[in-house]
């Protein structure tokens, strides 16, 4: 029988560290009543600002609507492309559907799990020929390490195509000693309770320096207000972030920097003892990560049975992402860079996630090393 099941997450643990502050927080919005953009989301957004050094900061309700604030912004349509990661949550897709544009399909890297610059050359060909015309390019921070901006920004350039970067897993980690939010023509994130900064419900931000981006987007999140509330002088959306959500970031922002020092900690440490059972996860040079999660790769046909025995000795596991969206049923018609993409079917095979949070300490990580360790020679030793 399973000992005491390990949390994938504790957000309890958090929420203890946090105390009165974070219910002083909220209560503090209770009582002035401010409930849609009270003071806290300017605050907020300025805090956010100061900590990663964009120009501009614009909360919103989700990362999902971040993402779609700029699409909207930039006036996406039918017969424009964006090349987008298939190895990634759906969100990323999604919202350029939303505007009848077409999802152009990349690659990832094997070591990294991010956007195969390659790759995004053959998928802006691939467009090309199918007679769409590409306008940007999604990149995303998977597990919260950036993308190879380096190499994937002169692409677009070359291009004429902006970059979006999807840091919905990301905010927080840095890229050759800069902070994301400040790279590309804007920068999306998602405040979703389980991300490395979360609420305590949905929200989201985009970042940029662009200031008529901004504008247009802020008027965007409010159903496309002009000098007024009842002036309306383009479609948009109810795309605000509550401020409750404002006021709970603001307290998690302050020990959000203490937070990344311990997740760093926590994933070196695991990186030490399972190197040599498992492929573990690669920060590259230049690079460091918030690890949203923390993701191993095993050889394909290994990971149900490894993950069935951790289960059964209370430690949970996770996959992201079992199926890349150009296997998805409602993405497969959507064009694919190249002949294929090969990289990303095999990573979907083989990784598996280990509960990854800041206040994982080291006798429950060595808990679920030992689990782990013990459960993929099991097969060997079965044979
Ligand atoms: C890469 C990526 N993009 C976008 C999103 C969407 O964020 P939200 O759930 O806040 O809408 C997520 C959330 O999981 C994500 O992981």
Redesign the pocket.
Known sequence: MAADSIPFIDLGAQRRRLGAAVDEAILRVVNHGGYIMGPEVKQLESDLAAFCGAKHVLSC???????ALVLMAKGLKRGQAVLCPTF??A??AEVVAWFDATPVFVDSLPDSFNMDPASLEQGIAKAKQLGLDPVGVIP???FGQPADYDAIEPICAKHGLWMLC?A??SFGATYRGRKLGTIGMAT?????P??PLGCYG???AVFTDDAELLNVMRSLRVHGQGSDKYDNVRIGMNGRLDTMQAAVLIEKLRIFPDEIEARDRVANRYNALLADVAIVPKVLDGNTSVW?QYTLRLPVGQRDGVAAALKAKGVPTAIYYPKPLHQQTAYRHYPTAGNGLPVAERLAEEVISLPMHPYLDEATQDRIVAAFREAVRAPAKAA
């Not at 309700?61 to 993402?67: E, K, Y």
């Open positions: 309700a989700n990362g999902t609507d971040a993402l990634t949550f969100a990323t995303v921070d998977l999807d919905a897993q999306s994130t998602s405040f979703f389980a991300k949905d929200g989201g949203a």
